[in-house]
């Protein structure tokens, strides 16, 4: 289990630019007695072993229910049993396969959005922890500061996982890999448990460094995969995070973490070209500035042809998608694995709900 610590931005923020300090906040996986449950808040938590088997398990449920054939004993391991969805921020991948996931293992997803019960309106975080966590199974939280999910995590009796915070976005990284594997893992190596075949890849990101970045970089570092970042002035990822991502490589290695200003560079002899929105939800009024600071960072095939991108490239991006972050030459083209990418939200949600709440996060 990763040591590594969260951030806790001052003010909610998170660049140096905006945020005059920094404040460090409790490890990754609070923990208030040794009887405590396991919980899921970052990539950095895992293991490349454990992020490795949680990648298998959702390609070998993929297969399983694509073939017809049943889950065995997961089609009934939360069989009469809840699990709480708090969400603070609307979504539609995470909620429709977070609850299709708990129905898949015959359990019951409870929805709580914000405007559902008093989370952090009239009732502290600690009291909203203590009172679902004992009459539930298990907590998937979608908030805003990652903080909110650390105290949620922090006094829960349940497994609580991130389903998504502004540092991190775990359940995306899984998928993400998931879908990685599946398109470039040779026959050789997606045979083997101990691998997923991935080692040499090269990740490509253009456009802002956000939470889907971060974990899908700590993600790279425990895989052996190549990760280059292109971001504008004043958007790199802070130095915080990039100590978290370089400590999450295993003993012995390093990560293969690059950082740039010009998008070219980035995809310079890329595998997969990756981005994500320029405007996440409560930075709408940052938009016409965002906008113009990205100006040229449109993921196009003329993006990827100057920069050199290796030939059979790979798009991918985790919805939704604004026609300014991609084209639609790239976004409908047979290089895109968007779709794919986005079902196999689904898939990334089963496996971990049965490492974490099934299982008691022994990933197995």
Known sequence: MSTARLLRPA?????????????????????????????????????????????????????????????????????????????????????????????????????????????????????TSVVVSSMVAGIVARVNAHQDVADLAKHSSVPVINALSDLYHPMQTIADYLTVHEAFATTQTSGSESTLGLEGLKIAWVGDANNVLYDLAIGAAKLGVEIAVATPKGYEIPAEMKQIIASSAPKGTSSQLQETNVPEEAVRNADVIVTDTWVSMGQEEEKAKRLRDFAGFQVTKDLAQRGGAKEGWKFMHCLPRHPEEVSDEVFYSPASLVFQEAENRLWAALAALEGFVVNKGKIV
């Open 11 to 127: 003010n909610n923020c998170l660049r140096a630019a905006q945020c005059s300090k920094r404040v460090y906040s409790t490890p990754s996986t609070p923990q208030t007695s040794p009887f405590a449950p396991r919980h899921l808040l970052s990539i950095a938590d895992l293991t490349p072993e454990e992020l490795t088997k949680l990648v298998r398990n959702a390609s070998v449920h993929k297969a399983a229910v694509k073939s017809g054939k049943p889950l065995g004993t997961l089609q009934s391991s939360l069989l009469g049993q809840t699990i709480a969805m708090l969400f603070t921020k609307r979504s539609t991948r995470t909620r429709v396969s977070t609850e299709a996931a708990v129905a898949m293992m015959s359990g019951h997803p409870l929805f709580l959005g914000s405007q559902d019960i008093q989370l952090g309106v009239n009732e502290s975080m600690y009291d």
